[in-house]
């Protein structure tokens, strides 16, 4: 009996230290995905009021009308359902009830895939591709549509991978599932390129047998099964009420990234290095894995898996927002690969089972991964992660106040429109204004044409003659900017600002800046508002103790464009002390001093932002331009040649060398 006991003992203690395993890693997860609601800074907002205007009209809007510039502009809303699901929650639950939800969704999705790559033997692998997973499923963790996008695509490949030796009932859930992708999400289209990878990798897996079949005069039942779902699969796409046009969206979908907004642009863009560098770091090891992992296995190549890596992996070179969906297939696609060629390399593995450490390899091998899924998590609940970072979440369930005070200011002053609006700020405006004020632009690409974009928007934010051109034609009263947008052009819209003198500010803080026309209607609200000196320095008083990295610099990145030199240094100066490792602060104050022609302090800065960061290109390039402005060639040929070393493809840096002597590099 007691023997008995003592192996049941045996079986059990792995059996807790597995479970243990896996609740860290979903433990890990949730931790990243509970914070403050920062999507209401992005497309939240619009959502919310869509889903609204759905509910109330029970219809399906078509054009674009929560703006006043291209209004009649087409716009196919694949994301109906889920804007309709959202406001249904928060009308119901709050925003709380919202987070808690899309923090459901996502570890329910992680779960689908976790539960089919699985291997109890083989533990370490299995908490390596986990956590690898986690990486890159980080990299977008608000509250939207996506989180429906990244359920269907687990649900997808769950079903599939079941039904991939043996056809069952399973295989029939790819119907509804995909009728409810086509109406909750964009990236639906992934549904028929994973069911014609499906397809296609069983059609050479099954060819001998489709061959016999054939060759007496029969149909190859899983085939003719596999074909049957597809047509219904096929059929299902035309629910929506984009109806035939979404067949349409995949070719749209490829050529619109690229465009507004850091989710939309390539990982390996200079700027979204400096906002996304731990998920390209993933991306990154990921890429490398999964590659070596095919390699490991190319002559019994997963087919299905090898396209499915290729296509997410050519998305996610396109653009950040595809990160996460390819970090949920990756954890079964590693784990398949790497446990298929573990098992058929058992001469190359047979010296670690006869190692006589090996035992105690493991343990301390699995002590390091439960170390380093436990700081991670008490990095992230502390804070520490989005202070490193720069980022505006905080963990736990609250909401971030985003422009709330700066709509409140309109309001109170009745300050009414045409408003214009950078990108930024279109989400949050629409979801508090609309129907009473609407927006000059939102995030939408594809709601506007691209020549609005290209001709009109972007031109407005850099250049005064376009600025003078377009608030003319349509009559804007005032101008509503948000300061955190990382967009090239919008970055220069405060010194365009700052020159007119027909457009007084009115209202700052360190989110928001409300600009108005100089026109009698405005003439009180100017006499009272308008920001002197004197008020300015009030202002920036306010924020000289405040803990919020991001906040603070842009309000002093806002200012140093404005030409309000003495508050910006404040600014910088009070957030360096605070936070003397941020390279972001300290590549800041390079550029501020720059503009300030104080070269002494500019190169200093720019020299500890590149000891923060070796690979800190921006400020490589900086630093070289500045070198060159004070002919020190061969100290500005060393900073462009190093940026080279680690990236021999930049193309800034290639036009640098190639071109010393000729480029005058002007303030």
């Known amino acids: 009996m007691s023997e008995k006991k003592t192996k049941t003992k045996i079986f059990i203690w792995p059996l807790i230290l597995r479970s243990i395993f896996v609740l860290s890693v979903f433990v890990l997860l949730a931790s990243f995905l509970i914070h403050s609601a920062t999507a209401l800074n992005g497309d939240l907002g619009r959502h919310l009021a869509s889903g609204k205007i759905i509910w109330q009209t029970k219809h399906v809007p078509q054009t674009n009308l929560f703006s006043y510039t291209e209004p009649a502009s087409p716009f196919t809303n694949y994301q109906w359902l889920s804007e309709l699901i959202f406001y249904g929650l928060y009308s119901a639950a709050g925003l709380r009830g919202l987070i808690f939800f899309a923090v459901s969704i996502i570890l329910l999705s992680f779960g689908l895939v976790f539960w089919t790559a699985w291997r109890k033997d083989y533990f370490i692998l299995s908490a390596l591709a986990a956590v690898l997973s986690v990486g890159l499923l980080v990299a977008q963790t608000d509250i939207g549509p996506q989180i429906f996008g990244l359920f269907c695509l687990a649900a997808f490949l769950a079903v599939l991978v079941k039904n991939r030796e043996k056809i069952g009932r399973t295989l029939w859930l790819l119907v509804p599932l995909q009728l409810f992708w086509m109406n909750v999400d964009n990236t639906f289209y992934f549904g028929w390129f994973f069911f014609t990878f499906f397809f296609l990798d069983r059609l050479w897996a099954r060819r001998k047998q489709i061959y016999l079949a054939a060759k007496n005069k029969k149909i190859d039942k899983f085939i003719a099964l596999v074909v049957l779902a597809g047509i219904l699969f096929g059929l299902v796409s035309l629910v929506s009420p984009a109806g035939w046009r979404a067949i349409f969206y995949p070719a749209l979908a490829f050529e619109n990234y690229g465009g507004i907004g850091l989710e939309n642009q390539s990982p390996f863009v200079p700027e979204n290095l400096a906002h996304a560098g731990l998920s390209v770091a993933f991306f990154e090891a990921v890429l490398t894995l999964l590659a070596l992992s095919f390699l490991l296995n190319i002559k019994r190549l997963n087919f299905f898996y090898f396209l499915m890596t290729v296509f997410l992996a050519a998305l996610s070179f396109k653009a950040i927002r595809f990160f996460p969906y390819l970090g949920l297939i990756s954890l079964p696609i590693l784990m398949q690969n790497f446990v298929q060629f573990r098992q058929n390399s058992t001469g190359f593995f047979a010296w670690w089972e006869r190692f006589r450490l090996r035992g105690l390899a493991r343990l301390l091998t699995i002590g390091a991964i439960f170390v380093i899924l436990i700081w991670s998590v008490y990095w992230v609940v502390s804070n520490k992660f989005y202070l490193k970072y720069e980022l505006p979440a905080r963990f736990g369930w609250s909401a971030s106040s985003n422009a709330e005070a700066a709509v409140g200011f309109l309001r109170e002053q009745k300050i009414g429109g045409p408003l214009f609006n950078n990108a930024a700020a279109g989400d949050y405006l629409i979801w508090r204004l609309y129907p009473s004020e609407k927006v000059f632009v939102d995030s939408r690409q594809q709601a506007y044409s691209d020549d609005f974009w290209r001709s009109v928007y972007l031109p407005i934010l850099s250049d005064a003659e376009a600025w003078h051109k377009y608030a003319d034609a349509y009559k804007v009263n005032a101008v509503f900017f948000v300061l955190a947008d990382v967009t090239t052009e919008a970055k220069k819209f405060p010194e365009l600002m700052a020159k007119n003198t027909d457009w007084p500010l009115v209202y700052l803080d360190s989110r928001t800046a409300i600009w108005v026309r100089a026109i009698k209607n405005n003439q009180n609200l100017i006499s009272e508002y308008s920001l002197t000196e004197p008020r300015l320095n009030q202002l920036v008083g306010r924020y000289l103790s405040g803990n919020n990295i991001s906040d603070l610099t842009d309000l002093a990145d806002f200012l140093a464009a404005s030409g309000f030199a003495k508050q910006a240094e404040a600014l910088y100066e009070s957030v360096w002390s605070a936070y003397p490792k941020s390279k972001k602060i300290a590549f800041s104050l390079g550029q501020f001093f720059t503009g300030q022609n104080d070269n002494e302090k500019a190169v200093d800065y720019y020299k500890k932002a590149i000891e923060?960061?070796?690979?800190?290109?921006?400020?490589?390039?900086?630093?070289?331009?500045?070198?060159?402005?004070?002919?020190?060639?061969?100290?500005?040929?060393?900073?462009?040649?190093?940026?080279?070393?680690?990236?021999?493809?930049?193309?800034?840096?290639?036009?640098?060398?190639?071109?010393?002597?000729?480029?005058?590099?002007?303030?």
Do not use: C, H
Request: proline share 2%; hydrophobic share 40%; charged share 30%.
């Open 612 to 667: 923060l960061d070796k690979k800190f290109v921006e400020a490589y390039l900086a630093l070289g331009q500045l070198y060159y402005r004070q002919e020190k060639f061969s100290e500005a040929r060393q900073s462009w040649e190093m940026i080279l070393r680690i990236d021999s493809k930049n193309e800034t840096a290639k036009f640098y060398l190639d071109n010393m002597g000729l480029v005058p590099f002007k303030k």
